[in-house]
T-cell receptor
Framework: GAGVSQTPSNKVTEKGKYVELRCDPI?????LYWYRQSLGQGPEFLIY????????DSGLPNDRFFAVRPEGSVSTLKIQRTERGDSAVYLC????????????FGPGTRLTVL | TQLLEQSPQFLSIQEGENLTVYCNSS?????LQWYRQEPGEGPVLLVT?????EVKKLKRLTFQFGDARKDSSLHITAAQTGDTGLYLC????????????FGTGTRLKVLA
């Protein structure tokens, strides 16, 4: 079946604007994760969904960031009042049930804030 | 704060050479994973090691978890151009966890 897909692949925005990044997980995977990967760094955990609920949002850097997964499948990461420091690749991953199940990553969305 | 440091940061070698990449921390991890990431793609899991001292082999790649579960190494024998990529280690914060701390990565380039 298809892997994790993310749209758009690239997003350029201006400082202060609002952006939405979308993640389509592997069908049937109940767990979904968002990570942020800054240039030259490894991925940094942002948030974990189990079904429709955010089981752990401890990695969200501040209240400008939030994410939803209303039907337990597709997820959207929303960033308000973007700042230049938000520029990074935002990765989404899904796993079958969570816990120690293998996480399958999407190709990411490269966000550039001018 | 748990940190994973990887060395070297960059490595450029000729096809056929051997190499070792290291992943070190002052913290103990319940398990450790190695990923390879290619440009424009997400990381792909190579292996998970769980027991201190564990050694796993995946074709020409050998992974070892330190006895104290604070460090790990990845050894590649007879590197090929297809091994080129960013190698990331990731430590599990606690057993059964979904939350991994990623290292900064080693960027490997294998030249023909």
């Amino acid at each position: 079946g298809a892997g994790v897909s993310q749209t758009p692949s690239n997003k350029v925005t201006e400082k202060g604007k609002y952006v939405e990044l979308r993640c389509d997980p592997i069908s049937g995977h109940t767990a979904l994760y968002w990570y942020r990967q800054s240039l030259g760094q490894g991925p940094e955990f942002l948030i974990y969904f189990q079904g429709t609920g955010a089981a752990d949002d401890s990695g969200l850097p501040n209240d400008r960031f939030f994410a939803v997964r209303p039907e337990g499948s597709v997820s959207t990461l929303k960033i308000q009042r973007t700042e230049r420091g938000d520029s990074a690749v935002y990765l989404c991953a899904s796993s079958r049930t969570g816990g120690r199940d293998e996480q399958f990553f999407g190709p990411g969305t490269r966000l550039t804030v001018l | 704060t748990q940190l994973l440091e990887q060395s070297p940061q960059f490595l450029s070698i000729q096809e056929g050479e051997n190499l070792t990449v290291y992943c070190n921390s002052s913290s103990v991890f319940s398990s450790l994973q190695w990923y390879r990431q290619e440009p424009g793609e997400g990381p792909v899991l190579l292996v998970t090691v769980v027991t201190g001292g564990e050694v796993k082999k995946l074709k020409r790649l050998t992974f070892q978890f330190g006895d104290a579960r604070k460090d790990s190494s990845l050894h590649i024998t007879a590197a090929q151009t297809g091994d080129t990529g960013l190698y990331l280690c990731a430590g599990a914060v606690d057993s059964g966890t979904y939350k991994y701390i990623f290292g900064t990565g080693t960027r490997l380039k294998v030249l023909a």
